[in-house]
């Protein structure tokens, strides 16, 4: 969050303008830098007031049962619900461990979103015009997006850039497209176990990635691009489509502001089920289960996440704002990635997880279709044995 320094240092002097609280941000850069420092204060029970927590829905939940993470819920509760009811449940529910969760959290919710995100596309409206294509009107459907290949290729323009040398972005499109064809259900069950990555629906969610490099509408160097560098390229004008999240409104305006560009769904490739797109919150905050201030540390997020502040955050730092009450003070372009809150979901939403060693060859393995070297048929069998593989040491 270092971007958002400037911010953060203008809300802590009105809160100690306010309440006589002094307020401290520190922020760092590069995030697995700030999850290093994290992890370190737990093991020395040297945690701040209030801290982030980087990481999957496991790791949550071992600061929770080590007593590092205090619940939430009462305060979220009082006065009807009131601190609860100001805030997107969409966002609620990446903090929240449901009644006889996997993990074995006692149920409550245990961080305050202070930001709401989704991940989807968005598509450059000049060089839509430049293809001879109605910049109102983007891809659909999975085929339209596919025929625009031929006309980028012709026009010696690069098609969609991505940050697809981090495998969790690659792995964001593709359990879009696996809610999309198979549903939450069975995409669920593949993760228990009861359904295998060779089956025919994940077959089809693979073959996705090879008919984007098929057709050209995939930028070249895709599978190792970092995504500044992708963020870059597009608002240089220099790619007609990016999957990225909601954060981008702000990058891009720092990179240039004339960008003319707009937001869309990944193109669906079924009519069976929505298209899901990430989403949820996209920072948060915990109260140290062991800080003297745990009270004070409670009321400043409470404030924190209040209407006048999140409006405040949303309008300098471009990022879509938790409280809903904030909503009508957020500039358009922002405006079109919330439309799509209501399809968001995320993976430390749902109440199992995939091994980590599974989502990495899928991930890397969808690299290798795309540049060639595995078939969708091929990779699915090579995830499949990892699984058996790891459920087996699980038994």
């Known amino acids: 969050m270092t971007d958002r320094e400037p911010a953060f240092q203008k809300l802590a002097q009105d809160y100690q303008a306010h309440t006589g609280i002094k307020v401290k941000f520190e922020l760092y850069a590069p995030s697995d830098a700030y999850s290093q420092k994290i992890r370190a204060a ?6 701040p007031d209030i801290f982030g927590l980087l990481g999957e829905k496991r790791d ?9 993470i205090l619940d939430l819920t009462p305060y979220m509760d009082a006065d009807s619900g ?31 979103p202070l930001d709401i995100t989704t991940i989807q596309m968005v598509y450059n409206k000049d060089l839509f015009q430049r293809l001879g294509l109605d910049p109102q009107n983007p891809p659909l459907t999975l085929a339209e997006f596919l025929d625009m290949g031929e006309k980028i290729k012709a026009a010696n323009m690069q098609g969609m850039v991505s940050g697809w040398g981090e495998v969790w972005m690659i792995d964001c499109l593709a359990s879009n497209y696996a809610f999309n064809i198979m549903g939450k259900d069975k995409v669920l069950a593949t993760i228990r176990g009861e359904v295998p990555y060779t089956d025919p629906d994940w077959i089809k969610v693979l073959t996705i990635f090879e008919k984007m490099q098929e057709s ?53 490739v079924s009519d069976n089920f929505p298209m899901a797109v990430w989403g949820g919150a ?38 879509l704002p938790a409280n809903k009450e904030s909503l009508n003070r957020i500039p358009g372009i922002l405006s079109q990635f ?58």
């Open 282 to 319: 996209g920072s948060s905050f915990m109260v140290n289960g062991r800080a003297k201030n745990k009270e004070e540390a409670v009321k400043f997020l409470q404030w924190l996440t209040a209407e006048e502040q999140q409006a405040y955050l949303a309008e300098t730092t471009l990022n």
């Open 338 to 395: 919330a439309d799509f809150m209501d399809l968001a979901t995320h993976p430390n939403t749902w109440e199992v997880s995939e091994f980590p060693q599974v989502t990495e060859a899928l991930g890397r393995g969808i690299h290798s279709i795309i540049i060639g070297e595995k078939t969708p048929q091929q990779l699915a069998e090579d995830v499949q044995r990892i699984k058996e593989r790891e459920l087996s040491k699980r038994r």
């Open 42 to 47: 737990a093991q020395g029970s040297n945690l």
């Open 216 to 268: 050209g509408v995939l930028a070249g160097g895709i599978v190792t691009m970092i995504n500044k560098n992708a963020e870059q390229l597009f608002a240089n004008n220099k790619a007609v489509f990016a999957f990225n999240g909601s954060w981008c409104v702000n990058v891009y305006k720092g990179m240039n502001p004339n960008l003319n560009y707009a937001a869309m769904l990944p193109p669906k």
């Open 82 to 112: 009131a601190w609860r009811n100001s805030l997107f449940n969409k966002a609620l529910a990446v903090n929240e461990f449901p009644e006889e969760n996997s993990y074995g959290v006692t149920p409550g919710i245990y961080g305050a």
């Open 60 to 68: 949550f939940a071992s600061f929770i049962k080590g007593g590092h």
